[in-house]
């Protein structure tokens, strides 16, 4: 098996991904990955330790795709603190319900990997707290939120939409009426978020 | 074996909570709860006609049984709504805590009926919402709640909560913190609530 300077990192990524998509989290191996590339699994291996931190490596890539959106909507001072959370926190439940439904294999990876605490879905959700800290400061310094610690309320307002992103709440997302009660739960925190 | 007139429905449920409590919810089977009885297992099914519908109905008592608590929060007038609110959120947390560390195989139990939509949990919900649901209608007419259906805003308090009773979250109920983070979280739905 020729294993020649083509094969990098991002390569075998992809490929894991691929992989990963046929035979889910569960039966997905390192040697697949090799297979599917045509190399030895001692050339996957150069580049990851074990079949966890290439999981874990495959995760931390397509996480990263799925924030990019959600970065932008966090960044866009064209919208208003209040409308800008909103849509943040439904773009998140519509990235999450698609991911569910187009791709439940790398799904399947995300769960395993929330249950296991892997460091690349915590600093996943850090990095999602810092969006949220960064639209509620906004709010702050223009007036339309009052928060005493944006990061602590960041962490609140993703606490109570969890219903609509943590993937153990997966099953009731096709429900008639989560959108809706997500919606509800959003003007709620708005409300709760205005100076007095 | 005798099967005199003693049997009656709530000395199965009673026996069956303890084999519940010593085998756990996959193991534990109509004959163990009849042998631990002295009587025959046909005895057992002339009360309950599965091992499901027996699983429901000690669910449904012990579901109960934790919701007396609860129903007096919600109907204490004595307390002015909002703090109502936060005793009746942090009370549910702290039942649901306490049988999750005190009596695991039967949270394991309620783990399985939430799971499986079983009726037991579904009503147990829906009195936990009508729960909510008085002491908002309560806050409405004193004016210290704003709310254009009082049945709508328990179910988004509810939703909004969902990291602290639905035992999908039973993992994360000892770390530190919790508390505080659930205390963070009436705070701004209480916030919410209040009249502009």
Known sequence: MPSGPALDAETILTATEDVLRRHGPAKATVLDVARALGVSHASVYRHFPSKAALREAVARRWLGRARDPLAAVASDTRQAPAERLRTWLTTLFAAKRALLSEDPELFATY??????????????????????????????????????????????????????????????????????????????????????
């Open 111 to 196: 769960r395993v990997l929330t249950a296991e605490h892997s460091s690349a879905a915590a600093d996943h959700v850090a990095d999602l707290i810092e969006h949220l800290r960064v639209i509620i400061a906004d709010g702050v310094t223009s007036g339309d939120f009052a928060s005493p610690d944006p990061t602590a309320t960041a962490r609140t307002v993703f606490d109570a939409t969890v219903a609509y992103h943590h993937p153990a709440h997966a099953p009731e997302w096709q429900t008639p009426g989560a959108e809706t009660a997500l919606e509800a739960i959003c003007t709620l925190l708005i409300e709760g978020l205005r100076p007095r």
